[in-house]
C-alpha cells in the first residue's frame, strides 16, 4: 500500500484541537464579576453588621456604668440635697454625698446655744473633724445655704473618758444654734465637697464634677474636678419629686444614648432616696 493511501487511511482517527472563543471568554468573565461582586457584598454587609453592634455594645456598656454609678451615688445623697439646673445646652443634677450617719445625745438646739455636741456614732474617724454636719435639713437651704442647720464640724473631740467607743463628743469652735430638733435625734456628716452629674448637649456628654465648695445658688456646670462618664449622649432628664407623707424623694433619671437623635437606646429610672431628715 502506497504512503498515499495509509494516510488516507488514517485521517478519521485524527481529532482536531480547539480553543476557546472570544465569546465564551467575555461570558466566563462576566460569571466571575458578577460572582466576585456578590460575595464581596455579602462579606461587607457581615464586615459591617459585626461594626454596628460592636459600636452599639460599646455605647450600651457605658450607657450602663453611668446609669449605675448615678443610681449609686443618689442612693446615698443626703436628705433634701438634691437639686437640678436645666440651660439650653447644659443640665446638671446636684447631691451632697453622706459621709457618715448617727444619732445625737445631746446638741445645742433653738433657743438654746453651745458648742457641745454629744453624738452616737460608730467607728469614729478623726478625719470627721471639719466636714459639714447637719441636723434636720428639711430644704435645700438648709445643705447649702446659711440657714443654721448645717455647720463645719470644727473643732476638738475630747476624750469621753466612758471607755464607750460608741460614743463621741465633738466641742465646736464656736457657739452655735440648730434651728429644728431632728424628730428622731438624726444627723449627717456630708462630704467635703457636694457632687454633680452634668449633661453637655454641645459634645454630647455626661460629666461628674466634684471638689468644689457648697454654695446657694447651683453652678451650672461646677468648676471642680471634671471626669468624663459617658459619650455619646442624645437627651437627658433630671426631675426631683420631693419626699411626701407615704413616700421618700423619687429621683426621675432619663439617659438617651446613640450616635443619632433617632437612637432607641435609652434608660429610664425612679431613684427613691432612702435617707429622711
Request: glycine fraction near 6%.
Amino acid at each position: 500500500m502506497s504512503l498515499t493511501m495509509q494516510l488516507k487511511a488514517r485521517q478519521p482517527f485524527l481529532k482536531k484541537r480547539h480553543g476557546f472563543t472570544l465569546i465564551e471568554l467575555t461570558i466566563v468573565i462576566i460569571l466571575l464579576s458578577v460572582l466576585a461582586l456578590g460575595v464581596s457584598s455579602y462579606i461587607g454587609l457581615g464586615a459591617s453588621m459585626y461594626s454596628d453592634a460592636t459600636e452599639r455594645e460599646q455605647v450600651l456598656n457605658q450607657s450602663r456604668f453611668v446609669a449605675e454609678r448615678l443610681q449609686r451615688e443618689l442612693r446615698n445623697a443626703a436628705p433634701n440635697s438634691i437639686r437640678t439646673n436645666d440651660a439650653a445646652l447644659l443640665r446638671c443634677i446636684e447631691f451632697a454625698p453622706i459621709v457618715a450617719s448617727g444619732v445625737y445625745l445631746q446638741a445645742p438646739v433653738a433657743p438654746a446655744a453651745g458648742t457641745e455636741l454629744r453624738l452616737a456614732i460608730l467607728n469614729w474617724q478623726s478625719g470627721y473633724l471639719n466636714l459639714p454636719f447637719t441636723i434636720y435639713p428639711r430644704q435645700l437651704a438648709d445643705i447649702y445655704g446659711a440657714s443654721g442647720s448645717t455647720v463645719t464640724l470644727s473643732g476638738n473631740e475630747p476624750d469621753d473618758g466612758d471607755g464607750n467607743s460608741a460614743t463621741r463628743t465633738v466641742q465646736l469652735s464656736s457657739s452655735h444654734s440648730f434651728p429644728l430638733d431632728s424628730p428622731e435625734k438624726r444627723f449627717y456628716l456630708l462630704a467635703a465637697s457636694p457632687v454633680s452629674y452634668c449633661f453637655n448637649g454641645v459634645d454630647g456628654s455626661i460629666r461628674r464634677y466634684s471638689d468644689y465648695s457648697y454654695s446657694a445658688a447651683q453652678p451650672l456646670p461646677p468648676t471642680g474636678l471634671a471626669a468624663l462618664m459617658a459619650s455619646d449622649v442624645q437627651r437627658v432628664r433630671f426631675a426631683v419629686n420631693d419626699a411626701v407623707l407615704t413616700r421618700n424623694s423619687v429621683v426621675n433619671l432619663l439617659l438617651q444614648f446613640g450616635q443619632s437623635p433617632a437612637s432607641d437606646m435609652f434608660f429610664n429610672y425612679e431613684v427613691h432616696i432612702p435617707n429622711v431628715p
